[in-house]
Each structure stands twice: as structure tokens, then as C-alpha cells.
């Protein structure tokens, strides 16, 4: 029975996921920041779920999950980054502070996630580390700069990451959902608290108090949680793995226009290399 550790669980995706696990029989270490929020859960899997306090951007908190998965179920067997949150703010209104803090949450404790469950993978040469990103590690938006350079980072580290552990047995696959109905646009979204009247057309348009959008979005968490169940357990696993109709529409929208502007600059880009002399 493979064991689960899953960040950030106290509501939409990361609680769905945990539920979706603890369901179809498999153990799970569930996460959050306030216990109370996942007492019941794990109350109703008594023998499967266990819960503990973890920030993951505290090196003590993410070292004792580590081994509290390890001394109840013997190790982490998958791995899901969930925690994370999000930020509206145009580039120049980012507060340092506050990138500092959003990068720490959303990069910098998937790496510590990350480091901690990778020897006991290598030692049993298995294991699946699920890195929750967005359609936002792919193309950037107005007003959410800052974060899609936490997810743009975080696609780029787990790329080097499959290369490196792939032939020892470990998965790694980017999880690029589109809006989903959890509390993204709502409690986990934060913005620069000063804006600048220049970019009220562009990334004004994007702030918190004008985004319409939470509680209408497309995306279904539980379904979600299902088909990531299902990744996990089959026999191949794509590197990179989109969620949902907007995610697939807007991002291969992005990858047309990017295309299209190799080709159209083709000829300045084989410009630079060097004359051969005749």
C-alpha cells in the first residue's frame, strides 16, 4: 500500500486529493497549516491518515513530516506539492517582501518537500513527485507576474529534476491546472497593497476586487484528485500534465504564438552564428 504526502490539504485541490487517496485505500500523511481544518478527515481514516502541522517554508516542520511518514508507514512513496497561493500585483507595485514570501511558499518549500523524501526514494529506487504548478508556469498574465515566475521556476527545477532521477526509479510530473473551484481567487489569493494608477487597464484589471471569477470556474477538484490518482498508478506518466478545458485552450493558444514568432524571426536567430569563410 503506497503511502502519501500531501501539502497544503486544508481545502480545495490538496484537501481533494487526500480525500480522493484516503478513499481508494492508501495511506496518507495530510498537512496544513491548521490542524483543525483536516481533524475531520482524518478522523474518518483512522488507520490509513495521520495529519501534521507543516509550513512549508519552516526546515523543522517539513523534516518532521518526512519522518512521521517514515515511522508510521515506512517512507513517502508519492509526494504532492500543493501549498502554495496567489498574487496580483503589476511588476513595478510587487512589494520585496512579499515576493520574498510568496517564493519561499510556493518554490523554495517545494524544493525543502522535495530534498527531504528523495533519499528514501533513492534507497528503494521508487516513488512519484507531483509538483502542483499552473497554466501561470507557462505564459504570464497581467498582474500575475510574480507568480508565474514561482511556477516558472518550479517547471523549470522539476524538469532538471526528472532527468536526474528518472533512471532511479522516480517520477516527476508538473500538474498545470486552469481555474479550478477552490479558494485560489478568493482566501488564498493576495495582492501588492498600493497599486499605480498607470496599469488600472492592465494589471488593475486583475486585482482582487474587480476578479469575478471564484466560484465560477470550470475546473472540479475531485475530478482532479481522481485523474492524478490514476497517473500515479499507471504504467507511464506524462512530464507535464494539464487540467481542464481552459488549460488546454489558453495553453495551446501560447504555444502557437510562440511558434509563430520563431518562424517569423528564423532568419535573425541563424544570423548570429558564425561566417564560414569561403
Not at 509538483?131 to 510574480?146: C, Q, T
Not at 507568480?147 to 500538474?175: C, H, N, Q, W
Amino acid at each position: 500500500m503506497s503511502t502519501w504526502l500531501i501539502t497544503g490539504c486544508s481545502s480545495g485541490l490538496g484537501r481533494s486529493i487526500a480525500q480522493a487517496v484516503l478513499e481508494a485505500g492508501f495511506n496518507a500523511v495530510v498537512t496544513a497549516r491548521n490542524l483543525r481544518s483536516v481533524e475531520n478527515l482524518v478522523s474518518a481514516f483512522p488507520h490509513t491518515a495521520i495529519s501534521t502541522v507543516l509550513d512549508v517554508t519552516k526546515a523543522d516542520q517539513v523534516t518532521s513530516a518526512v519522518k512521521l511518514a517514515e515511522q508510521r508507514f515506512g517512507g513517502v512513496d508519492v509526494l504532492v506539492n500543493n501549498a502554495g497561493y496567489g498574487y496580483r500585483a503589476a511588476v513595478e507595485e510587487g512589494d520585496e517582501k512579499e515576493v520574498a514570501e510568496l517564493f519561499a511558499s510556493n518554490f523554495f518549500g517545494t524544493v525543502s518537500l522535495i530534498k527531504a523524501v528523495l533519499p528514501g526514494m533513492r534507497s528503494r529506487r521508487h516513488g512519484a513527485i507531483l509538483n502542483v504548478s499552473s497554466i501561470a508556469g507557462r505564459l504570464a498574465m497581467p498582474g500575475s507576474g510574480y507568480y508565474s515566475a514561482t511556477k516558472f521556476a518550479l517547471e523549470g527545477m522539476s524538469d532538471a529534476l526528472r532527468k536526474e532521477v528518472g533512471p532511479l526509479g522516480i517520477r516527476v510530473v508538473v500538474v498545470d491546472p486552469g481555474a479550478f473551484r477552490t479558494d485560489f481567487a478568493g482566501r488564498s489569493l493576495q495582492q501588492a497593497k498600493s497599486a499605480i494608477a498607470d496599469y488600472a487597464d492592465t494589471a488593475g484589471l486583475r486585482r482582487k476586487e474587480n476578479d469575478k471569477s471564484h466560484g465560477t470556474q470550470p475546473g472540479e477538484p475531485a475530478r482532479a484528485a481522481r485523474v492524478l490518482i490514476n497517473i500515479v498508478e499507471g504504467k507511464t506518466a506524462p512530464f507535464r500534465l494539464l487540467l481542464g478545458s481552459d488549460a488546454l485552450r489558453i495553453v495551446n493558444a501560447e504555444l502557437e504564438t510562440q511558434r509563430q514568432e520563431i518562424e517569423d524571426w528564423k532568419e535573425v536567430s541563424l544570423s548570429t552564428d558564425f561566417a564560414v569563410s569561403n
